[in-house]
């Protein structure tokens, strides 16, 4: 079974701080996503990464997928408190076998302080 | 306006006592799955379907089932609910691409107890 590690698992920094989320596995991933879940709600789609070694930029946000496609990170710079939130990664498995089956990591609970 | 529509949001309920949740997406998607969330764990896939009458176990589907009759309907089943699903239970769909899932679009979530 692949497995996604993500780390750090909680996470609560100053508002204007920068801040790195990583997401790790021993597997391949055909691509991986990240999402970000607030209270009540359910996960909503930030970015999907597909080439080994591609950087992606969503305003504040950077996120990279490992030229292995094994590992992503998630870098958040200048935070803010509407960055607060749960982010998950997501793979999709790089084999036929696991088709369809997404695979989350166990998430990061990051809280922005004013 | 596109959306997953799960229901009941919230409920609890005793052991044995046969429950269903549902779930509609009105985006005409054919993939659509259902995950539970605990502490520390992360999203787990319980059953997916990536037409309609067609289902798969996810990793973790003891104590459930699903149908697919419709294409924009994916309800979830508890026969005999017991405390170890009392969970928050997230379904999904998504436009898949090949052989991926997509990008998934998640309802609200159904908060459930099991007494």
């Known amino acids: 079974t692949q497995l996604l590690e993500q780390s750090p698992q909680f996470l609560s920094i100053q508002e204007g701080e920068n801040l790195t989320v990583y997401c790790n596995s021993s597997s391949v991933f055909s691509s991986l996503q990240w999402y970000r879940q607030e209270p009540g709600e359910g996960p909503v789609l930030l970015v999907t990464?597909?080439?080994?070694?591609e950087v992606k930029k969503l305003k504040r946000l950077t996120f990279q997928f490992g030229d292995a496609r094994k590992d992503s990170s998630l870098h958040i710079t200048a935070a803010q408190p509407g960055d607060t939130g749960l982010y998950l990664c997501?793979?999709?498995?790089?084999?036929?076998?696991?088709?369809?089956?997404?695979?989350f990591g166990s998430g990061t609970r990051l809280l922005v302080r004013p | 306006e596109a959306q997953v529509t799960q229901n009941p949001r919230y409920l609890i309920t005793v052991t044995g006592k046969k429950l269903t949740v549902t779930c509609s997406q009105n985006?005409?998607?054919?993939?659509m799955s259902w995950y539970r969330q605990d502490p520390g764990l992360g999203l787990r896939q319980i059953y997916y379907s990536m037409n309609v009458e067609v289902t798969d176990k996810g990793d973790v589907p003891e104590g459930y089932k699903v149908s697919r009759k419709e294409k924009r309907n994916f309800p979830l089943i508890l026969e005999s609910p017991s405390p170890n699903q009392t969970s928050l239970y997230f379904c999904a769909s998504s436009f898949r691409q090949g052989e991926n899932t997509g990008e998934l679009f998640f309802g609200e979530g159904s908060r459930l107890t099991v007494l």
């Open positions: 985006m005409n998607h054919e993939y």
């Open positions: 990464v597909v080439t080994g070694g």
């Open positions: 997501a793979g999709e498995p790089g084999n036929m076998d696991s088709s369809y089956k997404l695979i």
